[in-house]
């Protein structure tokens, strides 16, 4: 995609940042507190270790695509690893490869990071976003199980 | 299990940790450095955030089964989330409980945090384990995917 | 599809038939024999019981799409099921319903026959293809498996 | 397990062949009516084209297992494949070889019949049975769609 730059998130794209996790959310048909919404703006730009980081994709100098991505400890390795958690592109900017670039620039921050190894977790059933992530991943045959309530 | 007993892990586990934590490791056919059990013992131990902790199972007197667990950041919400990461019991003791009684030891110990979610990953064909995992948790539609290499 | 019809397979369309089930092939990185071909054309126009019955979808006159369906036993109900086994739209007319038509009039036939029950298998991770069996079918949690040689 | 055989339904096996069928059913939690009992076994027994087989597992003298496979066309083949379909043990006779034993026998009996591909399909989450799937077959990437409904 011509024009499209990524960036790390900061302080002035809160409304923006808002709009586009929101869609992410959507997709999932969750809703989050303003708290959440509150708190994770912030620890997003803490760079704190242990909190998750934010990178903006921008097309035209507009926000089009955001993710998240956190380094956690792995017992069994010396460095962390990288988790991406959160991908989200525009409906209207979709298959022009925004995913993609921001998946490269996690790989890329992972690297600097002296952390290449990076994983995401996806339903089963995200088609389209399988196709972009054979690409640029590998399934693996783990699926995740959370603890049963009540 | 009688005479089954949950119990955070040691210094003194030092051997019977690693043997156990080998057995798990073969299971994967994997294998980590000297750096690797000695870093993972270490921060297993040290009880800082971020850092994985361990859990013994002992019966009888004797470590029987381990599980390792991290605290990490969730962008959903605001409190932390649980990740059990390695399990294990010896395979003489196995069907008596005991990886049971771990997972549901790391679910006190994140109720304790405040962090009640607890999560973790299995092989879609780890047959024995998902027949326990399908009473203590719930299968989710999630797979992971990890960064292609090379 | 404007345009769009879905009638029975007849001798005269042999060689585009022919066509369009090496389409179909080619995505499983399969081929058959020239025995196979002239096997399997003079069985779908056999109409005998026990084989398979063949659909082609026609755009503006030219055959578009095929699909090969077959009546089998079922040992838990009296009437038969129908298995719909492939399934094939020419690229260039793809995303225009005409797979969604050629499975409809498999239904049609089916419930023509008497033995509405209809299923197939895919590859989990034909992506397009399930985009539109989550719509027109349900997926079921069966898996094949084949009988393992040498 | 010792004084095993395997030898082909008879009629007079139907009672302890109701028994055995109606296991099976109650493992999916399915039932059928009499019309079915009674169509399915007078098809098993008949040897005519395009219906189930069966097969009984005997230990002493008992009935305690059964399977039913049929041949069907393949579009892709000159010869037929053969699709097992039903597949059980009794609960107090499992780990014992009778199931493994009854599925080798139908890949004797598709051998004898000039169809050696056998395949069959089993629910992702039936453990036990894909503990011995995994040894006597291959797990493929298919994955069965039912017609939508309603």
Avoid at 39 to 68: K, N, Y
Avoid at 72 to 93: F, G, K, M
Avoid at 128 to 147: A, E, H, N, S, W
Wanted: proline fraction near 3%; glycine fraction near 8%; aromatic fraction near 14%.
């Amino acid at each position: 995609m011509q024009g499209l730059t990524i960036r790390p998130l900061r302080a002035a794209d809160q409304a923006e940042w808002r709009r586009l996790w929101t869609g992410y959310l959507d997709y999932y048909e969750s809703k989050v507190t303003e708290e959440v919404y509150a708190t994770t703006f912030a620890r997003l730009l803490s760079g704190a270790a242990g909190e998750f980081r934010g990178l903006i994709a921008e097309a035209e100098g507009r926000p089009v695509g955001l993710t998240h991505y956190l380094f956690h400890r792995h017992a069994w390795r010396v460095e962390n690893v990288c988790y991406l958690q959160d991908l989200y592109t525009d409906p209207d900017c979709r298959g022009r490869g925004v995913a993609r670039a921001l998946i490269e620039a996690v790989y890329e921050a992972a690297d600097a990071e002296g952390c290449p190894q990076v994983y995401w977790l996806t339903q089963e059933f995200n088609y389209r976003g399988r196709m972009l992530y054979d690409q640029v991943g590998v399934k693996t045959p783990f699926i995740r199980y959370d603890r049963r309530r009540g």
